[in-house]
Nanobody, 121 residues
């Protein structure tokens, strides 16, 4: 069984920074593709950033140059460093993982419970 646990959300002023962490328990983290999504009030969930097991990274246009995704396979953790935060970054941020349970097997999709990020103007 795989569980993803986010931490690091909170309230910050516009221009501030936060770092989100997502700890994975279970599964083969080092060969997993991981991502951060967010859902703002009244909007659909959207991809923020993705990092593959090979280290390929992708960002949403709205966060390029401000957010950085990274991973530490030894700690089974993926991070999202968020700088120059804006009020429109306010959302619930979700950790996502496409995580295999065994080598050479297809992975399954897993979601964390979400962490609230609120940016005040």
């Amino acid at each position: 069984q795989v569980q993803l646990q986010e931490s690091g959300g909170g309230l910050v002023r516009s221009g501030g920074s936060l770092r989100l962490s997502c700890l994975a328990s279970g599964g083969l983290f080092s060969i997993s593709d991981m991502a951060w999504y967010r859902r703002a009030p009244g909007k659909q969930r959207e991809l923020v950033a993705r990092i593959t097991n090979g280290g390929t990274i992708e960002y949403a246009d709205s966060v390029k140059g401000r957010f950085t995704i990274s991973r530490d396979n030894t700690k089974k953790t993926v991070y999202l460093q968020m700088n120059s935060l804006r009020p429109d970054d306010t959302a619930v941020y979700y950790c996502f993982g496409h995580i295999p349970l065994q080598p050479l097997r297809r992975g399954d999709n897993y979601w964390g419970q979400g962490t609230q990020v609120t940016v005040s103007s």
